[in-house]
């Protein structure tokens, strides 16, 4: 890996990609070297399961329409003709256009999934049904395949059948109706949050599959649900409503089951504090000259300052107030109290840590300048991840992977 910055060498269009650390390709983490891995997906979900079992080392051949993945026309914002959406979910792959209603295409597909240890798709299992790509037609081709599946629903039960985005499971699962005002509309969270946590959920069970596979050499059907994926997101605000019967409403953030742990103004810009404990709520109130408060006996617990909560955090508002955000920080770092910004996301891609730790970087593309990329954020004996390629063009690797197929045209 090549770590430096952009220079005269490369075209400056005054982008903040521009600005990141430059990284040629190159080897990667190769704990699943051998595993080749046929990915039928397109969007987000999907795609960013296959990225992430590549950049453990998997092949990913990444099979799309002639048209290509719908990802790949999500846009404005295009850099140099790439939807940067696609390119954030896409690397290390290799990709086929393959049109699955020929008989060459459909021959092409079967003889790519006999060489496969994991397919994944993410249509509806009617679509998958009718295609022939379900777990049933797909292990009649080989036995011991790991079949993964992401759909909105699950390959079961009444709503399988339904189409579904992130969208749609944010509202389904419940996180939009606590996120927001008290006093506002529900929110979607700022990322597709649901997209995300399935694919997470399908690259975890998929090498769990495969660890498997390696003991007892059977093959595995998975079944991920965006809407069960971003319902497991809220494990904890369910698990409390389930054993209270208290459901919870939005509040800005500021009903957590932390007494103090929520935004607050400073002189100029907003910070978050977290007091998750005894010896914290000390040290805060030491850090801001005014021990007596802590000791106060109807805070000797967060149980009690919960009860409390309002008188707390108005106090602490008054506090934080009196000095800009860069001095409570300082003054908190140094007591050992959770606290940070609010970040803008033009912020947190230029913090240099999150650089120096491989989180951003610009990568390197063969005839087609520099590419903005957000790193898998796990570390391995010290080291981040370096991608093995870019995003693939929509069929660079046709002529590598589609040899004259082996089992001829299915009938």
Not at 7 to 29: E, I, N
Not at 43 to 54: E, F, H, I, K, Q
Request: hydrophobic share 35%; proline share 6%.
């Amino acid at each position: 890996m090549e770590n430096r910055k952009s220079d005269d060498a490369h075209d400056w269009s005054g982008l903040p990609c521009d600005t990141l650390p430059v990284w040629k390709t190159g080897q990667g983490f190769g704990f699943l070297d051998g595993v080749r891995v046929v990915d039928l997906t397109t969007s987000v979900a999907g795609p960013y399961a296959t990225m992430l079992l590549s950049d453990f080392g998997a092949e990913v051949i990444k099979v799309e329409r002639p048209g290509g993945d719908d990802a790949r026309h999500w846009g404005p914002p295009f850099l140099n003709d790439t939807s940067l959406w696609f390119a954030s979910v896409n690397r290390n792959k290799k990709s086929v256009a393959l049109d699955l209603r020929s008989d060459e295409g459909r021959a092409h597909l079967l003889d790519l999934i006999r060489s496969a240890d994991v397919v994944v798709t993410n249509q509806p299992p009617d679509v998958q049904r009718k295609l022939e790509l379900d777990h049933e037609s797909i292990r009649e081709i080989r036995e011991d395949v790991i079949f993964v599946s992401i759909t909105g629903f699950g390959l079961s039960g009444r709503r399988a059948d339904l189409t579904c985005y992130d969208l749609i499971a944010e509202g389904y699962s419940g996180v939009m109706d606590i996120t927001g005002q008290a006093d506002g509309p529900p929110q979607k969270i700022g990322a597709p949050g649901a997209d995300m946590l399935a694919g997470q959920d399908a690259a975890t069970a998929t090498i769990a599959a495969l660890f498997d596979r390696a003991r007892t050499g059977m093959g595995r059907k998975i079944d991920v649900s965006l809407v069960e994926s971003m319902t497991r997101f809220l494990s904890c605000r369910l698990s409390a409503y389930l054993g209270s019967g208290e459901v919870p409403r939005r509040s800005g953030g500021t009903d957590s089951v932390i007494a103090v742990y929520q935004s607050f103004e400073t002189a100029d810009r907003p910070i978050t504090l977290g007091l998750g404990t005894d010896a914290i709520w000390t040290r805060f109130w030491q850090a801001v000259d005014q021990p007596d408060f802590a000791e106060r006996p109807e805070f000797s617990s967060n149980a009690k300052r919960r009860d409390h909560r309002q008188q707390i955090v108005t106090r602490i508002q008054d506090i934080l107030r009196t000095r800009p955000r860069a001095d409570w920080l300082e003054i908190f770092a140094k007591a050992r109290v959770p606290a940070g910004p609010i970040n803008s996301l033009d912020e947190v891609a230029s913090d240099a840590d999150f650089q120096d730790r491989g989180m951003f970087f610009a990568l390197e593309q063969e005839g087609n300048g520099l590419l903005p990329q957000v790193g898998l954020g796990i570390q391995v004996d010290g080291a981040p991840c370096v991608p093995r390629s870019a995003p693939p063009r929509l069929g660079q690797h046709n002529e590598e992977l589609l040899r004259p197929p082996a089992g001829g045209a299915k009938d």
